[in-house]
């Protein structure tokens, strides 16, 4: 098993969980859900630099091969950004939860459990 082969199956793990938890209703779900596609990005960023093993990241006189920095530069940059993201996110849902009571993501509130079962069968 190659070294592409399994950082592609990662890849395609994180963004198939963060799609599922994206689309879910509940804040915190989606929270999670943004933050594995970022990872996800970051991995796909860095195998865009193709995986190169035992060559240095920086230019030096007497080494003939080195690694590409801008990949690196890219995914720490993505981590940066996504930091950010996940930090206004988090505080857009705590403030709807606050004003609305629910964490869902529309705004509307779940019917208790205990409701559904004291209603009669049909």
Known sequence: MSLEFLIASAIAVLTAGGVYLALRGRTFQVVLGLTLLSYAVNLFLFAVGRLI?????????DVVAH?????????????VITFGMTALVV???????????????????????DQLRDEPAP
Do not use: H, M, N, W
């Open 53 to 61: 093993v035992d060559r240095p990241p920086l230019y030096a006189k």
């Open 67 to 79: 690694a590409d920095p801008l990949p690196q530069a890219l995914a720490l940059t993505a981590i």
């Open 91 to 113: 505080i857009l849902s705590l403030r709807s939860f606050l004003e609305t009571g629910s964490d869902q993501v529309d705004g509307v509130v779940d019917a208790p459990s």
